[in-house]
Each structure stands twice: as structure tokens, then as C-alpha cells.
């Protein structure tokens, strides 16, 4: 049976056709989308983000006042007070007021030196998040509600971090383990602050993020190391922006054995602000998605419309078999050709971005390869899809305009800030464009006050999850089809 759908599918030229456009479009889209990106920092090439210990994008700007610690050692300090200011919050955008973002940082680091993206292990107060142990800008552990003392320890390369109410009965929360540090790192005292995120509706429909500066400070007393301290600005280009100049300067003072800690940034993974991912390549998708829609549907409806439909079930009578038949050579004769023009489009794409000058965001090589095998599976699938809706409903094109509906309609609402984000998201999670799901490059944390709407290429299910969904919509609408194959005439 796959053999003779495999015979009848290429002798028809203009299903050949449709999957040779989606190559072609996902090939070629993809690469000259290359060529309109591009980035201007103030006239001169931008900088590449900095990289944490795995290899990801990362935001590391806070203040730093340290001491240099050579091999195991610790420090206990007590946070006396810890407080911050927020710049034109809402409703009226137009004061600065007292207060601290829900993760805003204070608390006692080590750091192997104090170049940006060195690894390091924290253990700190929040500004509505309580205590947290974090490393390696990605890792976070939640410690205890209400803790005032903090205590960090180094034993070879394994970090300790305490917490207590009282400074006398100390609760572990977490050891963590910082491979290949040096013996000399440094040990001391942080306080950063990231932008407040706001993501407000818009009168126009959609939403509007906004992001303004916040500054928190930290007064550290009951210190249990002696000697100078010295400050470090970790991230500091040294370029202040207008609302800066108006407020205390980043920094520290000591007095009678309290240090007092001013600072601003975040120390946690970038987002999608430092620029694009690999799944810029995937412009093309969309019009490659519609193509195999239309091909298959057509694949089976072609056959109801013209009545070769009977000679088929004359020639093998087992409808469902030929029904699963023809959606495996259609899944195959989608997805091999999907995988060589992904495969392709994204590494030229990506380097004529580089050869641009453009930052392109860090993946691993397990990412890479899902986005590439994921777009693949979501022209396969949601061929299948539009071929089940066609053999379900004889009506080619119902079919394809149901298909569209269904699959690439919720994407472009979701994405294009037309819905609100929980609309959006609802929308990603339950109809068959989950599956785009699979294109997110970035993971979201929940450590991070991000909007992660779909809009900014964050979405509602895992990659696998996504495309899970529009894998069972698929199977149930070919599961309905059999079912009426087998008992109608024909």
C-alpha cells in the first residue's frame, strides 16, 4: 500500500510542486531573512552579551565589594535593612518611589574573580522572593521565609550556603558545586536590582511592555572578616542614562563596621533583548506550512472529488490500512525534505548574520537540533492534520481553510500581540499551533521578572509538549476519518 501511494503521490505534479515550494520557502525565506536583520548600537558594532559557565547569554551587572579568599573560608553577615527605589512606576509614570522589585538581590558571593559571566554561587536576600540560594546564573533554590543572617562557605570547590533568624541556628540550603574555580576567588558583598517589568494592555489592542530602572541598597553589619574591601562595578560600561544621574551612584560606604551597598543590573540569563536566536531562520515556515496544508488536503480529496477513491477501495479493501497508508507517505515525503531545507537554512542564515555583525544568542547543540528537527515535525504533522480533515470531510477546501483556522490563525494572534498574552497562551496550549512550541530557543525561569509572552518567543507548553498536541489532533481527526471510510459507500 506505500509503495502505490508512494507511486501515486509523485506522479501527480502538483502535490510535487507544493512540497518543492515548502523547501523552497523555508530555504529561501529563511536566508534572506538574514539580510534584514540588523543591529546599531549608537553608530559602532554591538558587543556580544557576555556567557555564563554553560555557555548561555547572561546578565551580570551588580555592585561587588570583596576581599580575595585563597582556598576555604567563609563569611557571616547580618543584612540590617534593605531598601531600593523604582523610577515612573505606574499608574502615572511620573514619580520615583520607595520600594524594591520582587527580585531585587542582596546578600554574600563568591565569585572565581570578577570578570562578567564568571562563575559564582550566591546566597541572598530578595526583595519579595525571601531568601534564595543561586549559582551559575541559572540555578536558584528557594531557603528559609524569614532570615536576616546569611552565611556562605567554600570547602574545595563545594559552596554552602546558610540562612538564620537569630545568627545562631544556622539552616543549610543548598551545596553547590563550582567545577574547576580557582584557589583565589573573591568573597564579599552584592546588591543589584533589574528593571521593572510592567506589561500593560493597550487602548489599541495588545500589549505594552515597559522596562524601568530600580536601584536597591543593602546595609550589611555583624561582618566576621576583617581587613580593606575593595568595590568592583561587575558590568559597568560606566555610561549612565538620564534617570541615573538623579539618583545615588552605585557604590559603597563603610562606617563603625557596617557596609552600606548601593547597586542596579541583575545577575541572571539574558533574554531575547541581546538579540535574535536561530529560530530567526524559521521565517519561511509559515508560508511552507500553508503549502503542505494545501497539498495535503488535496491528496485526498483530489481522489473523493474525481471518484478514484472507489477504484482504490476496490483494489484494497482495507480502507483504514489505505488511509494510514496515505498519510505515511505523506508525513514522509513532508518531513525529509522539511529536514534538508532546516537543516540548511539555519547555519547559512546564521552566518550571514555573523558576517553582518549581528549578535547572534548562544544555543547549545541540542537546541539547534530540536529547532530544526521540530520544524520538520510540524510541516509532517500538520500535513497529516489537513489530510485528515480532507478524508473526514470530502471538501478539499473546507479542509484547507479549517487547517489554516486551526494552525497558523492562533499562531499569528498569539504572536503578533493581537490577543492578550493569556488569550495567546491558551490559544498555544489547547488548538493544533502548539506545536509551534517548538521553535523557543531560550528557556524561560521562573527566577527572572519577564513578561515570557508569545510574542516574545516564549510559549505555554515544552517543544515536545507543543507538538504532542497537534500530533493527538492529527490522530484523532484520522481516527474520525477511518471511522467513516469504513462505513460509508465510498
Known sequence: MIRAEWTKFRSVRAWVAGIVVAFAAILGLGV???????????????????????????????????????????????????????????????????????WAKAGLMIKDGTKVGAAYAA???????????QNNFTEDRAGPSAASWLRISRQGDKIIGYASSDGAAWTPIETVVLKNIHKSVNIGFFVTSPSDITNEASPRGGTIVQARFTQATAVFDRIDRTGAWSLTKVGDTGEQTDWQKYHTP????????????TGSGDIAPAGNEGGPTIDFALTGVIVALIAVIIV??????????????????????????????KAAVLGAVTFVPALLATAIAVPVASRVLRSHH??????????????????????????????????????????????????????????????????GRWLLRLTPAAGFAFQQVLPAYHQISLPYTPSDGYYPLGPWAGLGVLAAWAAA??????????????
Request: aromatic letters at 6%; proline letters at 6%.
Open 32 to 102: 534572506a531573512g538574514a539580510y534584514g536583520i540588523s543591529q546599531d548600537c549608537m553608530g559602532r558594532i554591538c558587543p556580544a552579551p557576555p556567557t555564563g559557565p554553560g555557555g548561555e547569554a547572561v546578565r551580570d551587572k551588580f555592585s561587588y565589594v570583596h576581599q580575595t579568599l585563597d582556598g576555604d573560608g567563609e563569611l557571616t553577615a547580618h543584612l540590617a535593612g534593605f531598601t531600593g527605589i523604582i523610577t515612573y512606576p505606574p499608574p502615572n509614570h511620573d514619580a520615583i518611589v520607595a520600594g524594591l522589585v520582587p
Open 123 to 133: 546566597v541572598m536576600m530578595t526583595g519579595h522572593n525571601g531568601v534564595r540560594m
Open 250 to 261: 552605585d557604590g559603597y560606604t563603610e562606617s563603625n563596621g557596617r557596609l552600606t551597598v
Open 296 to 325: 495535503g488536503a488535496l491528496y485526498i480529496t483530489g481522489e473523493f472529488r474525481r471518484g478514484l477513491i472507489r477504484t482504490t477501495y476496490a483494489a484494497m479493501p482495507a480502507r483504514g490500512r489505505v488511509l494510514a497508508a
Open 358 to 423: 549581528v549578535t547572534l544568542l548562544p544555543a547549545a547543540v541540542g537546541t539547534q537540533v530540536r529547532v530544526i528537527v521540530g520544524a520538520a515535525l510540524l510541516l509532517s504533522l500538520a500535513a497529516i492534520f489537513a489530510y485528515a480533515l480532507g478524508a473526514a470531510l470530502k471538501r478539499g477546501v473546507i479542509a484547507i481553510a479549517l487547517a489554516v483556522v486551526l494552525v497558523v490563525l492562533p499562531y499569528l494572534l498569539a504572536t503578533t500581540s493581537l490577543l492578550p498574552p493569556g488569550a
Open 477 to 490: 481527526l484520522l481516527g474520525l476519518a477511518i471511522l467513516r471510510a469504513r462505513r460509508s459507500d465510498a
